[in-house]
């Protein structure tokens, strides 16, 4: 890339986190250091405003470089992604959004512990929040590394390690200054600019193709070297029983994650009722659905004006479509279109990770802090203890997410959320669920259902081409692959449901009849929440 396209996108992007540092100071100098401050804004946001930030937050690298590129390189099959993850919303609207506003305070584990034992459970709860944040941070600091090695046109390996640096570091700022409410207009601002962009490359893709949409998909199917096979399904989960079962998998994680997912359940707490997380939902749903729908456009237009092998040669893993898609539309390299296009769009996307990991880094270290600490250190931390204590947390957490983002940089950033998918939908959905609907579910059976899932989901990944075996592996020079799949849901999700009730029905303790009903009368009322 030329000099203009770096300097260019480097000052959008510099202005991006100037106004975000302007945020973040501006908050940190009228939060008045409580917990429900940190972890929660007050509970002042409005439905439209936390609509947009749940947007934000779930609109990440995955969905603006990570889908547009598995469509740009496997059509038909690339899209089941952007399916997934908006099918995904429907399970939160009806299962989980208005329930647990209702019945939690700052984390997953407080909707858990409701009615158990509470230290067993939260130390639980929190140690696999902190796990599904990690793995989604991987995804958003490899997006990081892919649109420095683009900017930089791979020439630098020393600016790609510093930029991903540069990310965790001011994740770490945004976090232990600003708080939850910092992070949340931090989203809202980036979701604008997402929309906004996304719109306008939508716009001139249409625009290339006059209108046509089936001249778009014919050209995309021409270019990809596939024909119509790239139209059709099994490209990328056609092959044999485990592509298929793989896809399944996928499927599974994809769908019933996102109501297991830290960073998003923690976005309902920021609102004053039941209803305004209900209606939330609804935004997010809107402006959700229509990013993904205009994704699938961006995805085919990568595939039709850039063409696969182009997308290859700039990232092997796709990561790289949108940004390439956006230099072509306006004029190619070294036009003045082409250079300001690319620019906004590699700045629009540094501004999504930046944006992401912020609210990835707070849940987490609000699991640390609130779970963890006050579940080992004490029965009740003060709340200005666990307040300094999720600060520092937000540190550690983003060192290793630096260290494992480096190491798998040369992955696909939605298949990586996909992991993060899976293991939430193991470990923290059993028992978010058995917990809000069944009367008998004890504390060993919430215990065994976390770590019935988890163990599994983790020690599956460890052992699948992901990290071994393949070439495209974390360590492709060693072989200790032993389980065919690249997504573990399929085995480690009903895991992680018969663990819950395996350990339920084998329990002794008797389940606390009047801590039920209470329960269940504040999900479905509200009476009593906080």
């Known amino acids: 890339m030329t000099g203009h396209h770096q300097t260019l996108a480097l000052l959008l992007f510099s202005a991006f986190v100037a106004v975000t540092l302007g945020i973040t100071t501006w908050v940190s100098r009228r939060r008045h250091g409580s917990a429900e401050e940190f972890y929660a804004g007050g509970r002042l946001f409005s439905p439209m405003e936390n609509g947009f930030a749940i947007a934000g937050d779930y609109m990440s690298a995955a969905s603006f470089l990570g889908v547009t590129g598995l469509i740009a390189l496997f059509g038909y099959d690339g899209l089941l992604y952007a399916v ?6 429907l399970v939160v609207l009806f299962l989980v959004a208005e329930l647990v506003r209702n019945c939690g305070r700052f984390t997953l584990a407080d909707v858990v512990a409701a009615r158990m034992r509470e230290r067993p459970v939260r130390i639980a709860a929190g140690t696999s929040s902190i796990t599904v944040s990690v793995f989604y941070l991987v995804a958003q ?5 892919s649109l420095v090695a683009l900017l930089l046109g791979r020439t630098s390996e020393a600016a790609q390690v510093w930029t991903v640096i540069g990310v965790g570091a001011l994740m770490v700022i945004y976090v232990s200054l600003g708080g939850m409410r910092a992070t949340t207009w931090i989203q809202i601002v980036k979701a604008v600019l997402l929309l906004g962009g996304t719109v306008v490359l939508t716009v001139l893709v249409m625009l290339h193709f006059h209108g046509n949409v089936d001249r778009l998909l014919l050209t995309a199917a021409e270019r990809s070297g596939h024909g119509k096979a790239f139209l059709a399904p099994g490209l990328k989960y056609g092959g044999g029983w485990s592509a298929r079962f793989d896809f399944i998998s996928l499927g599974l994680a994809l769908v019933l994650g996102t109501a297991g997912l830290p960073h998003i359940l923690s976005r309902f707490y920021t609102v004053p009722t039941a209803r305004a997380a209900r209606r939330s939902t609804v935004w997010s749903i809107g402006l959700i659905g229509g990013f993904y729908l205009m994704a699938i456009v961006l995805g085919f237009g990568a595939a039709a004006v850039v063409g696969p092998d182009a997308v290859r040669a700039s990232n092997e893993a796709g990561n790289t479509a949108v940004p390439l898609l956006a230099l072509d539309l306006g004029g190619g390299e070294g036009s003045t279109g082409g250079t300001v296009l690319f620019a906004v769009v590699a700045a629009v996307a540094f501004a999504t990770i930046l944006a992401v990991v912020a609210g990835i880094t707070l849940s987490s270290s609000a699991s640390v802090a609130h779970d963890l600490y006050a579940s080992l250190r004490r029965p009740r931390a003060k709340q200005r203890g666990e307040v300094a204590v999720a600060r520092t947390s937000a ?3 983003g060192v290793v997410a630096i260290a494992l983002g480096l190491l798998a940089r040369d992955m696909n950033v939605a298949f990586l959320v ?3 998918f899976a293991v939430a939908a193991s ?3 059993p028992a978010l669920l058995y917990s809000l609907f069944w009367r008998g579910f004890t504390t060993r059976g919430a215990v065994w259902a976390v770590y019935g899932g ?3 989901a983790v020690g599956l990944v460890v052992l699948s081409p992901v990290v071994s075996g393949s070439p495209g592996a974390l360590f492709p020079a060693v072989d200790f ?12 999700i009903p895991l992680g449901f018969l663990a819950g009730w395996l350990g339920t029905v084998t329990s002794d303790e008797v389940p606390d009849e009047a801590k039920h009903a209470e329960t269940e009368v504040r999900s479905l009322t509200g ?3 906080v």
Do not use: C, D, K
């Not at 997934?84 to 919303?89: D, I, K, S, T």
């Not at 600091?141 to 590394?145: I, K, L």
């Open 418 to 420: 996909g992991l993060a």
């Open 427 to 429: 470990a923290n959905l």
């Open 141 to 145: 600091m490899v997006g990081a590394g």
């Open 84 to 89: 997934g993850f908006l099918v995904a919303w």
């Open 454 to 456: 988890l163990i599994p």
């Open 481 to 492: 692959q032993y389980f065919p799949l690249q997504n573990p849901g399929i085995v480690s």
């Open 527 to 529: 009476a009593g929440a």
């Open 395 to 397: 540190v550690g957490i």
